[in-house]
């Protein structure tokens, strides 16, 4: 059996995570956004995938359009 305190502690992917997170065009507000590690995870990939796809749609436009 595992010690009480493992018992306690979340999966470390259902762990909360909290950041300070500053919106686009402001150089002083910020807000604490907390989520779990795998939250996180699956945030950053997402947005990888948005800007990778932006990229490829924009590759055969002519520069100004």
């Known amino acids: 059996s595992p010690p009480p ?7 470390d992917a259902e762990r909360l995570i909290c950041r ?6 402001s150089l002083i507000a910020s807000r604490k956004v ?7 995870e699956a945030r950053t ?3 990888r ?3 990778q796809r932006m990229v490829e749609e924009n590759q ?3 520069p100004g359009n």
Do not use: M, Y
Request: with cysteine; glycine share 10%; net charge positive.
């Open 5 to 11: 305190a493992a018992q306690a502690e979340p999966a």
């Open 20 to 25: 300070r997170e500053v919106p686009v065009g």
């Open 34 to 40: 907390c989520l779990t590690k795998a939250q996180w």
């Open 45 to 47: 990939r997402n947005g």
């Open 49 to 51: 995938d948005t800007a």
């Open 60 to 62: 055969g436009r002519p």
